[in-house]
């Protein structure tokens, strides 16, 4: 069942099959490996992949955690939620979006794609350039929001 690759405390790691894990250790220690024998290991003990669920700090780890597993595993892995913490919380997100006031194809922009943009739409060239007219329209942002917070407060209190 055990990899030969794991040492004890990994194996006790993936022989831990009840309940929640968290596994902190530096990169290139095999908290992949690990996890996704303990994956095998529940998947083994009847545990339904229906109701396992992987989350990763990154987009590779989790791309690495489903390779592993559909060499372990094929069959189960189209069951098994495999997802980063930010996928998870979009995925939520996106299932309850029109409950919130969302529209169920939202996007969410990361850092990068923010500057993107800014270069995009101001036809800035140089990236510390974006980087200094992001920073600027944040702060408007903040700004605008704390004056009409204060705008509501002074709204109420007429």
């Given at each position: 069942?055990?990899?030969?690759?794991?040492?004890?405390?990994?194996?006790?790691?993936?022989?831990?099959?009840?309940?929640?894990?968290?596994?902190?250790?530096?990169?290139?220690?095999?908290?992949?490996?690990?996890?996704?024998?303990?994956?095998?290991?529940?998947i083994?003990?009847?545990?339904?992949?229906?109701?396992?669920?992987?989350?990763?700090?990154?987009?590779?780890?989790?791309?690495?955690?489903?390779?592993?597993?559909?060499q372990?595993?094929?069959?189960?892995?189209?069951?098994?939620?495999?997802?980063?913490?930010?996928?998870?919380?979009?995925?939520?997100?996106?299932?309850?979006?029109?409950?919130?006031g969302?529209?169920?194809?939202?996007?969410?922009?990361?850092?990068?794609?923010?500057?993107?943009?800014?270069?995009?739409?101001?036809?800035?060239?140089?990236?510390?350039?974006?980087?200094?007219?992001?920073?600027?329209?944040?702060?408007c942002k903040?700004?605008?929001?704390?004056?009409q917070?204060?705008?509501?407060?002074?709204?109420?209190?007429?």
């Amino acid at each position: 069942m055990f990899s030969n690759e794991l040492n004890g405390e990994q194996n006790a790691i993936a022989s831990h099959v009840e309940g929640a894990i968290l596994v902190l250790a530096p990169v290139g220690t095999g908290k992949t490996r690990v996890l996704a024998e303990r994956v095998l290991c529940a998947i083994n003990q009847g545990i339904s992949p229906q109701r396992i669920l992987c989350l990763t700090f990154t987009n590779r780890a989790a791309k690495e955690m489903s390779g592993r597993l559909s060499q372990y595993c094929p069959e189960q892995l189209q069951h098994l939620t495999i997802k980063t913490f930010h996928g998870l919380c979009a995925s939520i997100l996106r299932m309850e979006a029109r409950q919130i006031g969302l529209p169920t194809d939202f996007v969410i922009y990361d850092d990068n794609d923010c500057l993107e943009l800014v270069k995009e739409v101001f036809h800035v060239l140089k990236d510390r350039d974006a980087q200094q007219l992001f920073s600027s329209l944040v702060k408007c942002k903040i700004k605008a929001e704390n004056c009409q917070l204060s705008l509501d407060n002074l709204v109420e209190n007429l």
